[in-house]
């Protein structure tokens, strides 16, 4: 989670969160995770119209790799 949070920090996405649940906000993008074992489900709340949903994984899979 720290790897995350710095990540996210680094691009000026607010993440709030711990190793089971949380959230991130910024540069248009909203959403939350949640850990379950080996599962990482993350569910986009808000993104910029213009913005292709595969530059949104992108992006947020960046903050969690």
Known sequence: ???AKEA???KGVHFVG??????FAGNGIEG???IS??????Q??????IVPW???E???RNYFA
């Open 32 to 34: 939350h995770y949640q």
């Open 44 to 49: 986009i709340s808000k993104k910029p119209f």
């Open 58 to 60: 992108a992006a947020v």
């Open 8 to 10: 996210a920090r680094d």
């Open 54 to 56: 595969n530059l949104i």
């Open 37 to 42: 074992g080996d599962t990482l489900c993350i």
């Open 18 to 23: 711990d190793e089971e649940k949380g959230r």
């Open 1 to 3: 989670m720290a790897k």
